[in-house]
Nanobody, 122 residues
Framework: VQLQASGGGLVQAGGSLRLSCAASGRTFSRHAMGWFRQAPGKEREFVAAISWSGGSTYSSDSVKGRFTISRDNAKNTVYLQMNSLKPEDTAVYYC????????????????WGQGTQVTVSS
């Protein structure tokens, strides 16, 4: 599975962005997907995950109620809708895939995209 993240950019606090992650490979629909982020000088952290069917999602406490993960298996794409953005959301956002159930640990994921920069100005 190869992953290509896009949709990052510069936005003011309170604004919205939607990230996309396009996947190649015929088994995308059998992979759970996750979004992670890494701010300068910090470790990569879990943001949200979704099951292979899309029927189950999980988000970190820091983004719960503001970010929504979804997927379209017909388009081999997973999305991260980010609303009410805050300066502390500034980071490089990565999508990741793993065979089986969604997990929160980054070491549980086998495939990674290249990352897309999100910058939130105050």
């Amino acid at each position: 599975v190869q992953l290509q993240a896009s949709g990052g950019g510069l936005v003011q606090a309170g604004g919205s962005l939607r990230l996309s992650c396009a996947a190649s490979g015929r088994t995308f629909s059998r992979h759970a997907m996750g979004w992670f982020r890494q701010a300068p000088g910090k470790e990569r952290e879990f943001v949200a995950a979704i099951s292979w069917s899309g029927g189950s999602t999980y988000s970190s406490d820091s983004v719960k109620g503001r970010f929504t993960i979804s997927r379209d298996n017909a388009k081999n794409t997973v999305y991260l809708q980010m609303n009410s953005l805050k300066p502390e959301d500034t980071a490089v956002y990565y999508c990741a895939a793993r065979w089986g159930e969604q997990k929160v640990g980054l070491y549980e994921y086998e495939y990674w995209g290249q990352g897309t920069q999100v910058t939130v100005s105050s």
